[in-house]
């Protein structure tokens, strides 16, 4: 039997200093996979995970850096047709949260959001596991002043590590996506029994 299903292509966009977690939040999310080694990305690409939101099948389309974060020339086919964007930094490195400003206006100079003040961002403070948490430079009031600062954005504290929080946080920037979209969709037609993987949420507290 043959039906069709209304099904949405997000385009999410990971962006923070080299050596925070983007790579491995990703990782984590899509494959439930860490890796202690540090390996620089090599190319720029992405992974996509299907999700279900409400009755809506979503393929987040998840973009990594190849690296040249280092350089913030991450180039315009990267941030091109982002619907929403993930801010990283690192609680332990009081520097990745400094630059948090430029990657944010960066985002907006690169992608060029016909409405800046309500393009769906998050802030995700990545690391809190390591040392217990004695390494901490950056308080989380902090990072929630910060958000608060630029219109609201949700915040997520995470351990790719350890796998906490990442899909909460994965889930919120896809639903903010979806509530921002405008006619991103497209309509596939799919044989009923052959409906990928899903993952049922549950709802968050964006
Ligand atoms: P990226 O440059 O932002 O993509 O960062 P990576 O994902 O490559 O991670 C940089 C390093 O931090 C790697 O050695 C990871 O294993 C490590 N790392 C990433 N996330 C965590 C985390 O949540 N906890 C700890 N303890 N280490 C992490
Ligand atoms: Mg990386």
Redesign the pocket.
């Known amino acids: 039997m043959e039906s069709w299903r209304r099904r949405t292509l997000l385009k999410v966009i990971v962006l923070?200093?080299?050596?925070?977690?983007?790579?491995?939040?990703?990782?984590?999310y899509v494959s439930k996979k860490?890796?202690?080694?540090?390996?620089?990305?090599i190319g720029a690409d992405f992974l996509t995970k299907e999700v279900l939101i409400g009755d809506r099948l979503v393929t987040l389309q998840i973009w990594?850096?190849a690296?040249q974060?280092r350089f913030q020339s991450l180039g315009v086919a990267f941030y091109r047709g982002a619907d929403c964007c993930v801010l990283?930094y690192?609680v332990n490195v009081k520097r990745s949260f400094n630059t948090l400003d430029t990657w944010h206006d960066e985002f907006l100079n690169q992608a060029g959001p016909s409405d800046p003040q309500r393009f769906p961002f998050i802030l995700v403070g990545?690391?809190?596991?390591?040392d217990g948490g004695s390494k901490r430079m950056v308080p989380e009031k902090k990072a929630r002043e910060w958000c608060a600062s630029k219109g609201d954005i949700p915040y997520f504290e995470?351990?790719?590590?350890?796998d906490?929080n990442v899909d909460t946080a994965f889930l919120c920037i896809a639903r903010l996506a979806l509530e921002h979209e405008h006619d991103q969709d497209i309509y596939f037609k799919t044989v009923a029994e052959q409906v990928p993987d899903t993952e049922q949420t549950s709802g968050c507290a964006c």
């Open positions: 923070g200093d080299s050596g925070v977690g983007k790579t491995s939040l990703m990782n984590q860490f890796s202690q080694q540090y390996k620089a990305t990594d850096t690296g974060e990283v690192d990545n690391k809190i596991d390591l995470t351990s790719a590590k350890e906490h």
